[in-house]
């Protein structure tokens, strides 16, 4: 009498490039196995959409952004096994297909799991987890705005009309965007710069200086009495939630608002991380790791991670300097025959005649 072949065990689920692949643990007397796929994981909603004669399977039929569940069973000439959804290594059991460069809110729950040796552990609840995450995110998204936010994070512009904005004690302010002032605007975070223009149809923007906010004394409405208002010596000012202005501008003038958004939060498992910082979703996952050991008052494993979390900062800040595949200076030999010393020599052959030689050395 034929008997079933046993149940597949340590299903292990990954995903990467739009798609999903599983592996599992070989079964003995399996003639080959049978994968099933939800979109909602409840009883009865599974369907096969492979039967593998191997123990794993690369499921590129998926839709980037929808949750699926899978549940594995084994082929034999006895029939088929009951099927196995949850894994002897307590791995996912539901995923989201991501694109290159992105990882969802799920998948860095999973992995700040396994950093923390607590894949098992309920001392956090999934509620903490996700906060902390997404803290771990914000952290890193002010890391890089910091150093190279116009490079990363710039918004599409906002253009304001100067007949808008409010006066007050010889100055003029706007509010800064915060999701719902302005249309299409997101939610400000950091100012990057701001341009002028009489008519923004044009194309012909100034760039305005900055204030200090001190500044704004010389422009007093004694000191203005009998001048005329005109975009030369306009500057601005961030503070608080508003954008101010000095002098008061002339209600005719547009200004465009360069600024770095708010980071999104991640709030379903489905939710992504932007592509801005994905690549760069190890420091979260570690950081995110060592907040959990930390409450845990697992201190020396903590502390393993920070070593790894301070390399992870240093070569992040190293990296993201220039999105250029290579300095343009380096692109050929010319500004070296210019005499540009950061050319190196010819062949090692020392200063030429060419400045500080070819480059070819360098």
Sequence with gaps: MSVLSSIPSQIVITTGNGQIY??????SGATGYSVQRSTTGLQGS???VATPSVNNFLDNTVTVGTQYW?????ISSAGTSSYNSNGSNNLPLTITPCLPGQINLGYLRYHSRLHADMIKSQFLTDDEWNFNINQSANSLYDELITHFGDKYFLAPPVQIPTATFTVSQG????????????SNAQAFFKVTGVDVSVNPGNGQWFTLPKFNWIDRNRYSTLQLSGTVQSIYGLAYCDFGSNLYFIP?????????????PILTQMLKDTDMMPFSISGWSEYVIVDAAIKALTKREFYEQAQVLMSERNILLERIRATASNRDVGQSNTVSNTRARCGDQNFGSFGGFGTS???NGFGWGG
């Design 353 to 355: 005649g060419f400045g």
């Design 22 to 27: 599983l592996s599992w643990s070989q079964v």
């Design 248 to 260: 008061q501008p002339q209600a005719s003038l547009y200004v465009q608002l360069w600024y770095v």
């Design 171 to 182: 100055m003029a302010f706007v509010p800064l965007p915060d999701g719902s002032l302005y």
């Design 46 to 48: 599974y369907s096969t």
């Design 70 to 74: 899978y549940q594995v069973a084994s």
